[in-house]
């Protein structure tokens, strides 16, 4: 059982930067393939970005390519969002999730989600 536990979600302004973290307990941490997932009010969950077993595999959606980074620490069960120059349009709760693929980009394959947590961007 993997239980993941998201924060750093808060407040910013466009074109800001936030750092979302998550950490994980129980499980092989280092057998899953991590991703970050959002949504927005009344829009279905979507990947953000998704990261391999080791961390030398990454994969993000089209439209925060070149604005987000995603990272892992196997040693500390922590994996990383950093999100620069933040668009209103990135507003949404943020859910950190683990999959027994190697990586994937498909909310389906994830088997253990945290609960989420708030990223409001004003204009």
């Known amino acids: 059982q993997v239980q993941l536990v998201e924060s750093g979600g808060g407040l910013v302004q466009a074109g800001g930067s936030l750092r979302l973290s998550c950490a994980s307990a129980?499980?092989?941490?280092?057998?899953?393939?991590l991703g970050w997932f959002r949504q927005a009010p009344g829009k279905e969950r979507v990947v953000v970005a998704a990261?391999?077993?080791?961390?030398?595999?990454?994969t993000y959606a089209d439209s925060v390519k070149g604005r987000f980074v995603i990272s892992r620490d196997n040693a500390k069960n922590m994996v990383w969002l950093q999100m620069n120059n933040l668009k209103v349009e990135d507003a949404a709760v943020y859910y950190c999730?683990?999959?027994?693929?190697?990586?994937?980009?498909?909310?389906?394959?994830?088997?253990?989600w945290g609960q989420g947590t708030q990223v409001t961007v004003s204009s």
């Open positions: 990261i391999s077993w080791g961390g030398a595999d990454t």
């Open positions: 999730a683990a999959s027994p693929r190697y990586i994937t980009s498909s909310a389906g394959d994830y088997n253990y």
């Open positions: 129980g499980g092989t941490f280092s057998s899953v393939g």
